[in-house]
Nanobody, 118 residues
């Protein structure tokens, strides 16, 4: 079964860090890109970061560059999103998805809530 499962969300204060994880199953990882997205109630969905699972090439949303890092561990079939220096505007539900960086994503996880508040 093709599946993505996120974990690692939570509530933190501004300036703190969180690491999200996305465990993939049921497909050949190297054939796809994996993206991290976020969405707030009433807001647009944003592509936060994306990684090619074969060569590791990454891309980031401008507002998270230098603060967020996407990495892959193909042996563990896991994609991490390290989020440092978190800001209140990073508050959202974060999703991972399988697809193509800058293109279409067809398989989505269930999402994990990240709340940044003092």
């Amino acid at each position: 079964q093709v599946q993505l499962v996120e974990s690692g969300g939570g509530s933190v204060q501004p300036g703190e860090s969180l690491t999200l994880s996305c465990v993939a199953s049921g497909f050949v990882l190297e054939d796809y890109d994996i993206g991290w997205f976020r969405q707030t109630p009433g807001g647009e969905r944003q592509t936060v970061a994306c990684i090619n699972m074969k060569d590791g090439i990454t891309s980031y949303l401008d507002s998270v560059k230098g603060r967020f890092t996407i990495t892959r561990d193909n042996a563990k079939r896991t994609i991490h999103l390290q989020m440092d220096t978190l800001k209140p505007e990073d508050t959202a539900v974060y999703y991972c998805a399988r697809g193509s960086c800058g293109g279409l994503y067809t398989i989505w996880g269930q999402g994990t809530q990240v709340t940044v508040s003092s």
